[in-house]
């Protein structure tokens, strides 16, 4: 696996691929890599007949008082894991190159990367679509994947694409679990072993109230306040939400319809969790 460091050694490396005839598939990570990206990878090896990874804790998308300098960074061991997938490259630029002191442009997506993660989280998915339009135009892959673990996210990052015509495939990797269900994450580090044996219950509830949500004449102003009570009642300190959306706009949803999506976010301590599910249309009545 070829590791580069900058941006002209990544895009003379991705010029070579171009001219070779060879199709690109892009997994933009913040490292501390897990199963889940790997998955990516493996999607975006499927699509194409090369894959390129990139680790970079995105300044952006973190607020002052959040996780940013704790955010847990291991590219010897990302870097071995992505290349024992069959990753071919890997771009690890350095925070500068990407962010001069006087960078001044924000990519700010209304509607789909409003309410849900943004009430706690404002500036976050500016963050995420500022840094994924950087890292599209760097790499001007045909296909980037990113995972449905992160909803909002993916929804975001479509809209970005399709608003500003980048010529690249966006593809969604479905959500790799632990084999308790909870969503792997590289924020799972964080949690104690008390925390760790509470956390799948986020996962169990919003399954649970996609079973309810989909029987007849259900509504989900009273799931939705259930489904809160028993993340709580499990152990979590607090819930930021637990909506119920249409999956194509993230609108909030009263009754399922045919691409229901329940997306929560939740802390445990002082960690952070979020998980989603959908409603599958064979459930909806
Ligand atoms: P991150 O490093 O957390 O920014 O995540 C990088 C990419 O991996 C994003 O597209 C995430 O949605 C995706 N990802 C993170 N966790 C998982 C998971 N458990 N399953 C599938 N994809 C994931």
Known sequence: MIICKTKSEIRALMTQWRQEGQTIGAVPTMGALHEGHLSLIDVAARECDRVVASVFVNPLQFAPHEDFDAYPRDLESDGAMLSGRGCQALF?????????????????????????????????FDGVATIVAKLLLILRPDVAVFGEKDFQQLAVIRRMVRDLDVDVRILGGPTVREADGLAMSSRNQYLSADERAIAPALFRTIRQAGERVSAPGAKWSEIGAWATGEILAAG?????????VDAATLEMIDQAGPEGRILTAARLGETRLIDNIAVAPSQVD
């Open 92 to 124: 690890a630029p350095e925070r500068v190159s990407l962010f001069p002191a006087d960078f001044s442009t924000n990519i700010s997506v209304a509607g789909v990367g409003e309410n849900h993660c943004a009430i706690a989280r404002p500036h976050f």
């Open 236 to 244: 979590f300190t607090s819930v930021d939400y637990v909506d119920f």
